[in-house]
């Protein structure tokens, strides 16, 4: 029998009871408990104008710094590829190999939750703004 907390491999936990009695708040506007949040779940698209927003930034931008993701998924590779085609630098922070390792400026072969603490923890090895 599987024991509860159980770590899964994404990093969920299961936990034993999770949700039990829980009641969906239900919205003062339209009075439905059907709510969604204001996020785009996998599978779903990406708003029109929150993509060119998007890629406005990344054409824009000096330095992509991508943290735990393997960018795989297109519509995130598309964005580091942009800023890289205009110019910007490439800096990730991954546990093995990303689509964009070929045009990384900096790769760091690391866990992103430490690396992020320690940057946290240590503010002064932070690296400043790009002018």
């Not at 995130?76 to 400026?105: Q, S, Y």
């Amino acid at each position: 029998a599987e024991q509860v907390p159980v770590v899964r491999p994404d990093g969920d936990i299961e936990l034993r009871d999770a949700g039990f009695d829980f009641k969906v708040p239900t919205c003062t506007k339209c009075c439905s408990d059907k709510l969604k949040p204001d996020v785009v779940f996998f599978g779903d698209s990406v708003p029109k104008e929150r993509v060119q927003e998007a890629l406005s930034a990344a054409k824009s931008a000096d330095l992509v710094l991508v943290v735990g993701s393997s960018l795989m998924v297109w519509s995130a590779f598309r964005l580091v590829k942009v800023a890289h085609e205009a110019g910007a630098r490439v800096a990730i922070v991954n546990v093995g190999p990303t689509r964009a390792d070929d045009i990384a400026n900096l790769k760091v072969e690391a866990l992103a939750g430490e690396v992020m603490m320690q940057l946290a923890m240590h503010p002064s090895s932070q690296v400043p703004r790009l002018q």
